[in-house]
């Protein structure tokens, strides 16, 4: 089968499985708070993919990508609730869906990538630690910035209007404060992860990728070949900028969430969360991340329901002053931490679940050719005339028992 027809058939697989999905995930999954996990998983998931173009393929340690996550967030919940009282209101409807989403989507990774190439240009001229306290700084900016604006005062300027319009601590709720409209089901959401990987299993094979993980282990030496270290950076902190204003959008927006956008969403424990996963994965591994996205988002849950056990109850009963809550977050910790100390690579370091095929198909080896012996002109002729060759007709001339004597030319000193 030829290869483009195989990528339009599994393209035709895909989206019949999100359809799927679409329509009958409430048939797989009846109970909304484990449908709401499902999807936050996935949505954590593309922020992985994002986060691991900058912090596993280019080596940098950015650790303020909730910051772009959230700017995606509000941007999304502003352009969905907008165009959602222009289709007059009522139940998120799936045909809706089709103009209000992509334009949430293309909205929220526009302007994440443009405050991220603002925040990239100075910054990623610097390396380590340094570069990490400045994309902390930024988030947490942006977050205290809306949180600490004031509400309902109209005296306040232009941006301080527009800045109370996001409902500061509170959150935002939507134009109407009813609620963020809920489009992003299934189909969009896993349909972005799947869209998500693509992209990043093709930047990551690609010359850009190869330039990324040549920075990565050796800046100076790459930018000796001709690799331009700040104009790569900056590019790649776009992208992985524009995939968490994605991941924003498709949270904001996202059915059996928060109809509500609050700041209080984005702080550095979603950070945190987003380099553990990619951390956890592999770095650099496309598929690293994805299981990372789906092993941390079910661990933190999956340690809340054992908080429901009888015995953990009964312990709490015996002992009224246990925190369960810190009790949590030190399994989850000892869970990393033993990962870290096990395979300090992560699960699967830089390699792929699946292995890449090569396009080419692999021909059996050639060896080299049997010389030919060559033939003078006088056994040419007696082959023709149906004799035997001159050295044979010698050779059947002389007496049986007398070795041949062949003359041995001199080769280099012997000559001498």
Known sequence: ????????????????????????????????????????????????????VINGMAGQFSIGHAGFVGIGAYTGAIVAGNLHQ????????????FVVMPAALLASGLVAALFGLVVGLPSLRLRG???????LGFAEIFRLTIATATTGVADQGTVGRLLGALGGPIGYAGPDDTGVPQYAGPFWIFGAVIV?????????????????RA??????????????????????????AAGGGIAGALLASM?????????????????????????????GSVTGSIVGGVLVTFTVKLIEQLQGLDSVLALKAAYPALDLNALR?????????????????????????????????????????????ATTGAEAAAERAGGAPPDQQQQ????????????????GRDFE
Do not use: C, H
Request: charged share 20%.
């Open 215 to 240: 920075l990565r282990e050796d800046e100076i030496a790459s930018a000796a070949v001709g690799v331009d270290p700040t104009r790569y950076k900056v590019i790649s902190f776009t992208i992985a």
């Open 196 to 212: 998500a990987t693509v992209v990043a299993w093709r930047l990551k094979f690609s010359g850009w990728g190869r330039a990324l």
């Open 255 to 283: 059915r059996d969430g928060n109809p509500t956008v609050q700041p209080d969403q984005f702080t550095f424990n979603y950070s945190f969360d987003a380099i553990t996963m990619v951390i956890l994965g592999g770095s």
């Open 129 to 135: 630690d340094y570069l990490a306290i400045v994309t």
């Open 1 to 52: 089968m030829p290869r483009p027809l195989q990528r339009v058939l599994k393209a035709l697989v895909l989206l019949g499985v999100v359809v799927a999905l679409e329509f009958g995930f409430e048939i797989v999954l009846p109970d909304a708070a484990w449908r709401q996990l499902a999807l936050f998983a996935m949505v954590n998931v593309i922020a992985a993919l994002s986060l691991n």
């Open 396 to 411: 059947q001339q002389q007496p049986t028992g007398v070795a041949l004597e062949r003359e041995v030319k001199p080769a």
């Open 86 to 97: 222009q289709l007059g209101g009522g139940d998120p409807l799936f045909g809706n869906s």
């Open 329 to 373: 977050m030190v399994l989850y910790a000892s869970i990393l931490i033993g990962l870290m100390v096990l395979r300090p690579e992560g699960l699967f370091g830089e390699r792929e679940l699946f292995g890449r095929r090569s396009a080419r198909k692999k021909r059996p080896p050639v060896g080299p050719a049997e010389p030919v012996p």
